[in-house]
């Protein structure tokens, strides 16, 4: 069993099942463990004293079968309804733990994620959410049952004979004691084994994601040697574990062995040298310290479990009481008729984690509602930060970004995010069809809007192509599709969503510069009036924009205007612009 704020509640919530375990339980103790000893000693009894002959045997031996057959029919009920409650509970509270666990990671912010990689959080839902489903399953069982069934028998013994009793306890306070002082150790080596599986389960993860860089660059070899490395290291944390947990089952088995020799020994001279108890009492104290068994051996595996559960419940804590640093003000502006207009007034971020470093420096810009924008400017400029600023997956300071001239951090982060169709760099798209990724932002989709934005999006004839067509299921991170049908069908996906604002994020740089060409002019006219803007590494991308930001080293807003006047103007601009137009005629003069 375990304990903390965030399990405390399905006691109560599932409290009918334990009742039903509970009962079961007891039952299956009293029915399964404690009435046959005495029906047997009863009989041992009756034939040591002489009671029982050739004549009568039947009328006392057929009733006390019939009692044991009884027994063995209500154990077997019972057996199975203890399982049912106790199981039920373990489940339920896995299942409710993962929706809790995925509900409140789906609130937290970038920073969070920045932070904990995808392979150690899966550990958490699977490892550390089993050890804890465990705890309420058969941590809850064999508490109880030990407890019924030490409580149950010792009374028993106390009843038959008080002083072979006494003998018994003394190994069994020793298991106890050794039992308590194992737990923080086991807790601890539990921890270490869950951490280090958490960095295999990252590893492997990163490495099939990057199967295809591995196989590029030849460096199967290398990532083998250095997955051993790191399977090598868990296994060190298991053994250690496992180590301990051994010896200590070792040393509750020696006990117990122990506490055989005592009885044995004590029901001998009580019987042989004092007189003052039966051959039936003897065999009655045997079979009832058989039955003892078990609980010794549950109370070392209620404290393994227990420890694996404690372990396991702190690291799941981490998520349950995870905040997102993205906190809506008290009274939200309410978002209204918005028209797109964006303004950055003197803008300075640093990223949480490296606050001493700027990446966006005194940021000042006005996007009129409609324009239609360009951002360009050197490798570590910070142009995906300047957009992720306007998404709100980081806090910025009062009064530094407006949208329709209302401070972005008086919305609310759900409605900012619903005014913004974005297209990230990475382009990731689900394992499910085509229509369903373009349709993601609805619950149902509709297969004419699909297309529409298909074709706006250039990707629509790819996809009349494919067997399936908009039912193809795409491979796992869309890996069944080519890069710039990757990019196409999520500027698909962001323009079903029909947005207020529309984000792309160098996302065309897979595409040749005609399909490229073809996009742009779609765009235009599929959103007059409505705001776009554009990151992109060509200028040709982005020449024919109402305006064009260009971003320096430092991210520092170098110039803010037209193609025509940035070439005029801005060096950065100018020295971009001639670069690339000198690698293309280059290019052509190669061929």
Known sequence: MVFGKNVNRYYLKYWYFIAIGVVSLLIVDIFGSVLPPLIASDIVDHI??????????????????????????????????????????????????????FKNSLTLSQTFYNDNKVGGLMSYYINDVQAVEESFAWGIMETFDSLFLTSIILFEMFS??????????????????????SDIVLERRYKVRQDNFEKLSDFTQESFSGIRVIKAFVRERKEYEAFMVRNKENEE??????????????????????????????????????????????????????????PMFAISEIINIRSRGKASLVRIDEILNAKSDLIDTCDPVPLGD???????????????????????????????PGEFVGIIGRTGSSKTTL???????????????????????????????????????????????????????????????VIKNAKIAGVHKDISEFKEG?????????????????????????????????ILDDSLSAVDTKTESEILQYLKEERKGRTTILIAHRVSSIKDADKILVLDSGGKLSGFDNHENLLKNNTIYKS??????LEEEGGVEHV
Request: hydrophobic share 50%.
């Open 237 to 294: 944390a298991n053994m250690r574990y496992l180590r301990f947990d051994i010896l200590f089952m070792n040393f509750i088995e020696l006990f117990i062995w122990g506490a055989y020799f005592a009885i044995i020994f004590a029901g001998a001279y009580f019987n042989l040298v004092r007189g003052e108890i039966t051959i039936a009492v003897l065999i009655l104290f045997v079979k009832y310290f058989d039955t003892l068994i078990w």
């Open 387 to 449: 957009v992720n600023l306007l998404l709100r997956l980081y806090n910025v300071g009062e009064n530094q970004i407006f949208i329709d001239d209302v401070d972005i951090m008086k919305y609310s982060v759900k409605d900012v995010r619903s005014l913004i169709g974005y297209v990230p760099q990475d382009n990731f798209l689900y394992s499910s069809t085509i229509e369903s990724n373009i349709a993601f932002s609805s619950k149902k989709s509709d297969i004419n809007q």
């Open 338 to 368: 918005i028209k797109g207009a964006i303004k950055f007034d003197h803008l300075t971020f640093c990223y949480p984690s490296k606050k001493d470093i700027k990446a966006l420096d005194d940021v000042s810009f006005e996007i009129k």
């Open 48 to 101: 040591d004293k002489g009671l029982i002959s050739i004549d009568n045997y039947k009328d006392y031996l057929i009733p006390q079968a019939l009692k044991l057959l009884g027994c063995a029919l209500v154990s077997f009920v019972s057996r199975f309804l203890w399982r049912f409650g106790f199981m039920s509970i373990g489940h339920r509270v896995a299942r409710d733990l993962r929706h809790r666990m």
């Open 470 to 502: 908009y039912s193809t299921i795409l491979g796992e991170r869309g890996v069944s599709v080519s890069g710039g049908q990757k990019q196409r069908i999520s500027i698909a996906r962001a323009l079903y969503k029909d947005p207020k604002i529309l």
């Open 576 to 581: 971009i612009y001639n670069l690339q137009k």
């Open 160 to 181: 038959a004979s008080w002083q072979i009793t006494l003998f018994c306890l003394i190994p069994l306070v020793l298991i106890l004691v050794i039992a308590l002082s």
